[in-house]
């Protein structure tokens, strides 16, 4: 399912959006615009209890797919090909949330208590959640330093970017970045001790 936020402005007109993708639908109108060109959806979109409805070619095509089938018996269209236009990824632990847009690809950390930001550049370009996985992970060493690891994997290959942050009470001291791996790494060993790899590998505890 595409991660695009909906809402409807006052003259009637429905939008579909992200950092990456701009949907607008006018209520007794089949143009519509998609990403700032006008496009002719065929017939105008229908409300009903709540819910609106457009034609599925047009809504399978704004979204970057196809319809591939459509069964006469059941009614069931199926569509490929879908871009899901995710926008951010994140999780919390101990009152702090992490998040990554893929619009900048920094990792911004937000105080849940008090609000305070603050923003780590990591260098991430041209993420696509369509061909890749990126996922946030914690670990405490014994010395309660937090460990926080990034994994941006590509389905296909299955080989990943690893982004590795340590942090002593809430500020980064270490930070390292490693491309391309095909073998799973363990940041935290079970002596305590951070196996940081980058260009070459270092240990730090």
Avoid: W
């Avoid at 959006?17 to 990403?35: C, F, P, T, Y």
């Avoid at 569509?79 to 009152?95: A, I, P, Q």
């Avoid at 405490?140 to 942090?167: C, G, H, M, Q, W």
Wanted: with cysteine.
């Amino acid at each position: 399912m595409a991660q695009l936020y909906s809402g409807i402005d006052a003259d009637k007109t429905v939008v579909l959006k992200s950092d990456q993708k701009h949907i607008a639908i006018r209520l007794g109108s089949s143009i519509a615009e998609v990403d700032g060109r006008k496009v002719d959806m065929g017939r105008e979109p229908v409300r009903y209890l709540s819910h609106l409805y457009v034609p599925i070619r047009f809504l399978a095509t704004g979204l970057d797919g196809k319809v591939a089938a459509r069964d006469a018996k059941t009614g069931k269209v199926t569509v490929t090909g879908l871009n899901k236009y995710k926008d951010t990824f994140s999780r919390g632990t101990m009152g702090y949330s992490y998040m990554i847009r893929a619009a900048k690809g920094d990792l911004e950390i937000t105080n849940a208590y008090t609000g305070q930001q603050n923003s780590i550049p990591l260098g991430m370009k041209d993420i696509n959640v369509n061909t890749h996985d990126l996922g946030l992970n914690f670990k405490r060493t014994p010395k309660n330093l937090l460990i926080v690891s990034i994994e941006y994997t590509n389905r296909k290959t299955k080989a990943y970017d690893l982004y590795t942050l340590v942090f002593k009470n809430q500020g980064l001291i270490r930070k390292s970045i490693a491309h391309g791996l095909t073998e799973k790494h363990e940041t935290l060993k079970p002596d305590g001790t951070i196996q940081l790899i980058d260009e070459s590998q270092c240990a730090y505890d």
